[in-house]
């Protein structure tokens, strides 16, 4: 058995040591720019999705730094926040009221999808206290008023990390963990955040996009899209024109894949673009008719105490052949921890990360400058 666990260390301790050189290598192409006019949002949660709700912003906010360190039994409770006047670099923030939840129900909303004019749908953790659901409010200006709500089996408990409602009972899940996070209240065990780096270091393609149909009130019929099998799947967002797009993510290679859906449901890959950074919510904005996301260059830094580069991306069609291509709008270091979302209001952009609270505001410079 010893011979056996030290060939098993040695082995692990190799291919780290390869990764560390190739990933982590202080040459990585990190640029710190754009950011001397950024600004901190602030607010009690950390900021873990947006969305559009008519010219303002809906935020979930949640206490995840709470809820990986010391368990959701012991987090606050998380809420919708509607965000206003960023483009007018004045921005105010005005908690919804939740009217109508289940008293029994925890609330730990982790992405957002709204169906217009004011339908949102929420991806809801809500651990010992209900497990994995999809809430569904009708929204107004000053409250979010609970209707409705489908949930998953226990196989597909607490692996999901962004959706799309597609039709009236059509919905994709990404999962971004092989590893489901723990239903009992309590915080996450060193040996699954242990079990979720290997499987990151190993390169082990185990996740997938889900295909869900649905109805409310009752548990979601699912299935993974194995073509779509992959380390880590982060994000994913529509376009008006019918097309999809998902990011994947690993601490070695990073894409996005622009889709098209057959009548079956099953997705068919049209571009891949691959990013020089980790993008975990994307969401595209019909104004621009492009897609941004949170941008995060060195994922390692993550599990440190000290501060986390970070910035947003713009990706949009190729203007000269087919095809995608993105761009940096900043990158920083300091001012906030991270980003894991992003949403473009006008010519700012605002981010947010499970690793600070609020968020962090930035104006957009023409790709000239």
Partial sequence: MSK????????LAIVGWLQYRRILHPDKDVVLHHYES??????????????????????????????????????????LLLIEKIA??????????????PADVG??????????????????????????????????????????????????????????????????????????????????PVTQKF?????????????????????????ADCMP???????????????????????????????????TKSSNGNLNEKFKLGLRDRTEKILYDEYTQRVYGGAVPWQFQAFGDGSVVGGAIEVKDWEHKTGLVYRRLFTQEGIFKGASCAIRIGDYVLTGSYLDKGGLICPIVSPKN
């Avoid at 056996?4 to 082995?11: E, R, T, V, Y």
């Avoid at 007018?88 to 939840?101: A, D, G, V, Y």
């Fill in 38 to 79: 950024c600004s901190r949002l602030n607010s009690t949660g950390s900021f873990i999705d947006f969305t559009y709700y008519e010219d303002s912003v809906i935020a979930a906010e949640d206490d995840l730094i709470s809820i990986y360190t010391e368990g959701p039994k012991n987090a606050k409770s998380g809420r």
């Fill in 107 to 188: 609330f730990h909303p982790f992405a957002l999808y709204l169906v217009k004019p004011n339908t949102l749908y929420v991806l809801n953790h809500a651990f010992h206290e209900g497990g994995t659901r999809v809430e569904i409010f009708n929204i107004t200006e000053t409250t979010a008023n609970y209707y409705n709500f489908f949930n998953f089996y226990p196989d597909l408990q607490g692996i999901f990390g962004d959706f799309i409602i597609d039709t009236d009972n059509e919905a994709y899940f990404t999962q971004f963990t092989p590893i489901p996070m723990p239903s009992d209240g309590g915080p996450i």
């Fill in 4 to 11: 056996i666990l030290l060939a098993l260390f040695s082995f």
């Fill in 88 to 101: 007018s670099n004045n921005p105010t923030i005005t908690e919804l009221s939740i009217q109508n939840f």
């Fill in 225 to 259: 899209l194995n073509q779509t099998e992959a380390i880590s799947i982060t994000g994913i967002t529509k376009n008006k024109f019918g097309d999809y797009y998902v990011a994947y993510s690993s601490i070695d290679y990073n894409w996005i894949s622009e889709y």
């Fill in 195 to 219: 079990l979720t780096l290997l499987s990151d270091i190993l390169q082990l393609a185990n996740t997938y996009i889900y295909y869900c149909k649905f109805s409310v009130n009752s548990t």
